[in-house]
């Protein structure tokens, strides 16, 4: 209830006591501790607020940010004071549960049918005849887990490096504290760091850094060595089989080496975690590389180094040129190497259509080396023994010592024309099939396309006149396989396969 006030009048010597209601007061907020603050989890923080005359008939409360698990609740010690006592209104906030680093914010509504002064120097965030709000936030901590990074910290090359503290679940640090097991002298200008999160170091050693803050403290660890950045050379050696090895030395005590080989730029293989002073040697095909010119590249935590290399390596058969031409009735055969590769011989070969080849003569290789040879070989009367024939074809078969080959391309030599029907040559371009003819006498010669189960696909006449000729057909509606192309005049008949491509 609500205290009444006696007053004493005296009137005319009479005594008269009137009783007044008494006139009640704004509630006077006077202080607040704090707006915001910082706790632990799983511990409790209370923001206080003093009132005087007070008569504070409601709280409330708002979380504004409820999915943070964070809880407040609202008590008043004094409340309702009826005008005339103080009061303390508690908000405590639960951080029984939420993560490191959360944040929640309250905003609490005090009722007074009177109102509120506030000279608690704290703004309100509103306020009316009969309310007033403030506001306040919570920010969840814990007590830190250190962390140093580099995990594994190396000292490169005498150079000192910067270990860093950090806390793995974000809580906030009050502060640092660096140690070593090898004293102060560890650390550069051999004085401990003090509270700062970063410390250079200078020797190997094992660190220590612990980081505390008012929820507790955790302590890490980490033992940094010394390196240095690979010095190496690189070698080839090639082997003779299509292999060459490449050699590589790591000179200096470096650790942890990669080696990666190029060739021409163009990564080939690497091999890794290396410590020096070694070797290592890989061995790879031959062929496979675009020319002779290697890199390496190698590298550890401390840097890295390259080296070039120019390898002399020795390539299968390089043919510099294969040539035919006729000798009066011979044919004169010509071909030079650039390098051979286990080369055992040559094989000469020759035909009369271009399609069906026979051996004329074998001649011994140079086996391996890298020194250019020239060969030559005379098919004595081979224009001779053509008679008849439009063209000779040869071909240069290689064989290595394993039995592998390879064939050059065909070379076709033009024999002169004589008294018989001749077919010089013989080609596809797109859906036409040409055929170069030596003719003896202006004729009519008829041209016939025949599969080889003798059946006639195409036949024209044509009107031709002495010395060479050329003929076409449309086979564009011709399956692919083997054909015969065939040419007849009075006296003679000539026929050559050939392969619809």
């Known amino acids: 209830m609500r205290k009444s006030l006696y007053i004493n009048i005296l ?82 906030v639960q951080l029984t549960s939420g993560t490191v680093g959360a944040i929640d914010t309250f905003d609490l509504t005090l009722t007074d049918p009177a109102g509120f002064l506030n000279n608690s120097g704290v703004s309100s965030i509103a306020q009316t005849g009969t309310t007033i709000t403030f506001r306040f936030t919570i920010t969840a901590n814990d007590q830190p887990t250190a962390e140093i990074v580099p995990a594994d910290p190396v000292l490169c090359n005498g ?34 760091p003090g509270n700062i999160a970063a410390a250079t170091i200078t020797d190997p050693d094992t660190y220590r850094v612990t980081i505390a803050n008012s929820c507790g403290s955790d302590s890490e660890t980490t033992t940094a060595t010394s390196d240095v950045t690979p010095v190496v050379d690189f070698s080839c050696q090639d082997n003779g089989d299509n292999t060459t090895t490449l050699n590589v030395d790591i000179l200096n005590a470096a650790t942890g080496v990669t080696v990666e080989f190029y060739n021409d730029g163009m990564f080939h293989i690497a091999s890794g975690m290396l410590n020096g002073p070694t070797s290592t040697a890989i061995m790879v095909n031959s062929v496979t590389f675009l020319n002779q010119d290697f890199t390496i590249d190698a590298f550890n935590d401390c840097g890295s ?150 059946r006639i696909i195409q036949s024209k006449l044509f009107e031709v006149s002495q010395g060479r000729e050329q003929l076409s057909f449309d086979i564009s509606n011709l399956p692919r396989g083997m054909y015969l192309f065939s040419a007849s005049d009075n006296n003679t008949q000539i026929s050559q396969k050939f392969i619809r491509l």
């Not at 409790?44 to 943070?68: G, K």
Request: charged share 15%; glycine share 10%; aromatic share 10%.
């Open 159 to 192: 150079a000192p490096t910067v270990l860093t503290a950090i806390t793995t679940n974000n809580s906030t640090v009050s502060t640092y504290t660096w140690s070593a097991d090898g004293g102060n002298g560890s650390f550069q200008g051999d004085t401990n």
């Open 305 to 454: 180094a390259s080296n070039d290399q120019s390898c002399e390596i020795l390539l299968p058969v390089e043919l510099q040129y294969f040539d035919a031409k006729q000798e009066e009735k011979s044919v004169m055969l010509e071909w030079s190497t650039l390098s051979e590769l286990n080369n055992d011989f040559f094989t000469l070969e020759k035909s009369i259509n271009g399609i069906d080849f026979r051996e004329v003569s074998t001649v011994q290789g140079a086996g391996t080396s890298q020194e250019a040879h020239y060969y030559s070989y005379l098919d004595e009367k081979a224009v001779e023994r053509a008679s008849g024939y439009a063209n000779l074809y040869y071909r240069l078969k290689q064989t290595d010592f394993d039995g592998t080959y390879s064939y050059s391309d065909i070379k076709v030599v033009n024999l002169p024309v004589s008294g018989i029907l001749g077919i010089s040559n013989l080609w596809q371009e797109s859906d036409n099939l040409l055929i170069d003819l030596s003719i003896p006498a202006g004729t009519r010669l008829e041209g016939r396309i025949i599969s080889l189960d003798g």
């Open 11 to 92: 009137l005319g010597g009479i005594f008269i006591v009137i009783l007044l209601p008494s006139i009640h007061a704004q509630t006077n907020i006077v202080a607040i501790s704090a707006t915001s603050g910082t706790e632990c989890l799983g511990n409790n923080f209370n923001f206080i607020i003093a009132a005087q005359n007070n008569d504070i008939t409601n709280t409330s409360l708002l979380d504004r940010n409820m999915a943070n698990m964070i809880d407040g609740t609202v008590g008043c010690l004094g409340c309702p004071g009826g005008g005339a006592f103080p009061a303390l209104i508690f908000l405590s």
